[in-house]
């Protein structure tokens, strides 16, 4: 027995998604069937599939459902957030131009600007370890990570989903593909971690690469260069606003400091449409 489901691909900086929309058609989505549509040669390919579905909070617009490549179901992802937006606007599903979304880590505001791109109310970043969650006994901004024997310095940060950023000499050198899936899986990060390795340009300006849990390094990462500029921030290394440069292309990110929300903007973009028959 097979059925028809009908997708749209995105991309936000290179960071891809497929888009479903489970408002106007049943979906039925297994990690097995999540895995299939993120396969790259058997099925669509994407880093992340986004579901949209109808709320059942008043005041809020939409339920957002994100799903890594490997099938699990996780707390937020910036990139789709914006490609999100985009996405209800061009599929009819609402008319207004901000909305309120919500996520299994809170609500978000996502906004279409006038210029294409989407700007994106992330939230207060969560910096208390247990909250992160993140295993420590000291609330420093900064603090030691054993990976591989190595002692690297990195700071946590929520973004409704867990980051590890430390600050490297130059990206292109970083080891992300040695250290990512290391930090990633570490006992210290009980719900796993995004890694990222952040590169300080000058005050308003860093490079960001980010192995992202469940799905490995992506060409961008939305939450990450959020994360990244938390700690650029906290650790007095940048000056709110921040463009970060990413292998797909640049987000801007504004942050005030602790107890203040994250702004996040950047470009979302509208790939292809079609359906597939999954067994």
């Known amino acids: 027995m097979s059925s028809t489901l009908a997708f749209t691909k995105m991309q936000g900086l290179g960071n891809d998604f497929v888009m479903i929309d489970a408002v106007r058609q049943t979906v039925d989505l297994s990690p097995e069937r999540v895995r299939a549509l993120a396969d790259r040669h058997f099925g669509v390919g994407c880093d992340q599939l986004l579901v949209v579905e109808a709320s059942t909070t008043p005041g809020v617009d939409f339920r957002y459902r994100i799903f890594n490549a490997d099938g699990g179901e996780v707390e937020q992802c910036g990139n789709g957030a914006r490609c999100f937006a985009r996405f209800v606007f061009e599929q009819g599903l609402t008319d207004k131009r901000e909305i309120r979304v919500e996520t299994r880590k809170g609500i978000i505001t996502p906004r279409l600007e006038d210029d294409g791109r989407v700007t994106v109310d992330m939230g207060v970043p969560v910096l208390t370890p247990a909250e992160v969650p993140f295993i420590s006994d000291s609330d420093a901004w900064v603090q030691p990570l054993d990976v591989a024997g190595n002692s690297v310095a990195i700071t946590a940060v929520s973004m409704g989903n867990p980051h ?52 490995g390094e992506t060409l961008a ?8 500029v938390v700690t650029g ?37 509208t790939v292809f449409k079609g359906e597939i028959s999954l067994a």
């Open 233 to 269: 921030i906290l650790r007095e290394l940048v000056a709110t606003p921040v463009t970060v440069e990413t292998r797909g292309g640049e987000l801007t990110i504004a942050w005030d400091g602790p107890g203040t929300p994250v702004m996040m903007s950047g470009p979302a973009v």
């Open 221 to 228: 990462c939305g939450t990450g260069a959020c994360a990244a």
């Open 164 to 215: 590890a950023v430390q600050v490297v000499a130059n990206v292109d050198s970083a080891p992300v593909a040695e250290q990512g899936p290391l930090i990633e899986r570490h006992a210290r990060f009980p719900a796993r971690v995004n890694a990222g390795f952040l590169q300080i340009v000058d005050e308003h300006r860093v490079r960001l690469r980010v192995y992202e849990r469940g799905a």
